[in-house]
């Protein structure tokens, strides 16, 4: 069955600094990939997907993916980090025609004013 | 027009009583998701439906029963409920290949 693996449970940055969030991905088929957001008290919202096609994908608040089937990565970034961006990061992957979807153990982004 | 709703948000009662969950979804998907999210974060999915078939069936106490009337409904009843329960459940659904949507969790709180 498919798995992630996210590298660092809690990353801390400054506002303005870039966030690099880790995400390794385990399938023996081409996979599908995501990263969602979740707020404090809230569900899980997604930012973005990578399926097929371009290996960069941006997502919602100027966060961007890029799918390295070398590296069976799918990091997330963000050049500069806003206040508003503290959060639980979760990396997600599923396989086509398999409708289990696996979560990382999640990251908890901290912004430093 | 809440895509996926999940009732109560909040539910606290005590040892070895029963309860349920109740999930709605309108966005028309065939497949519904129920989550367990634990004090450290971690999402663990439980159950599974397709067009009201249940598909995913991970290792869960079978104290936990999931039903699923139709396609826009899936709810989870427990039983006997134990200390360990306590955590936040999440519904979910998708269609395909799509991103998962989620609804707003339920907060089972066990005394």
């Known amino acids: 069955a498919q798995s992630v693996t996210q590298l660092g449970s809690h990353v801390s940055v400054s506002e303005g600094a870039l966030v690099l969030l880790r995400c390794n991905y385990s399938s023996s088929v081409p996979p599908y990939l995501f990263w969602y957001v979740q707020y404090p008290n809230q569900g899980l919202q997604l930012l973005l997907k990578?399926?097929?096609?371009?290996?960069l994908v941006k997502g919602i608040n100027g966060f961007e993916a890029e799918f390295k089937k070398s590296e069976t990565s799918f990091h997330l970034t963000k050049p500069s980090a806003h206040m508003s961006d503290a959060a639980e990061y979760f990396c997600a992957v599923s396989v086509g025609g398999n409708n289990d979807m696996r979560f990382g153990a999640g990251t908890r982004l901290t912004v430093k004013p | 027009d809440t895509a996926v709703s999940q009732t109560p948000k909040y539910l606290v009662t005590q040892m070895g009583n029963d309860k349920s969950i109740k999930c709605e979804q309108n966005?028309?998907?065939?497949?519904m998701y129920w989550y367990k999210q634990d004090s450290k974060k971690f999402l663990k999915i439980m159950f599974s439906y397709n067009n009201k078939e249940l598909i995913i069936n991970e290792t869960v106490p079978n104290r936990f029963s999931p039903k699923s009337p139709d396609k826009a409904h899936l709810n989870l009843h427990i039983n006997s409920l134990e200390l360990g329960d306590s955590a936040v459940y999440f519904c979910?659904?998708?269609?395909?290949?799509?991103?998962?949507?989620f609804g707003n969790g339920t907060r089972l709180t066990v005394t």
């Open positions: 966005l028309g998907h065939d497949t």
């Open positions: 990578y399926t097929t096609g371009a290996t």
């Open positions: 979910a659904s998708r269609q395909g290949n799509s991103p998962l949507h």
